[in-house]
């Protein structure tokens, strides 16, 4: 089963680091990042989609996606 996840958050080492951890928990980056301007909080935000391959599982809507 292919898994989804789209990470999102500020443009700081924080977004950095979520993705860095998301590597390697074993996803893969799935397409370019993407950077937007937030007028409600005055900030840019990041955004990157990640895709994993998971053995054994049947999707269901209430998983956890970061625990996998």
């Known amino acids: ?6 990470l999102t ?7 950095c680091h979520k993705v860095t951890a998301a590597l390697n928990k074993g996803w893969a980056l799935h397409g370019s990042p993407t950077y937007a301007f937030d007028a409600a909080s005055g900030t840019m935000r990041c955004g990157q989609a990640v895709v994993k391959e998971v053995e054994g599982k049947d999707y269901a809507p209430e998983m956890k996606l970061g625990e996998q």
């Open 1 to 6: 089963m292919k898994l989804y996840r789209f």
């Open 9 to 15: 958050g500020p443009d700081d080492s924080g977004f």
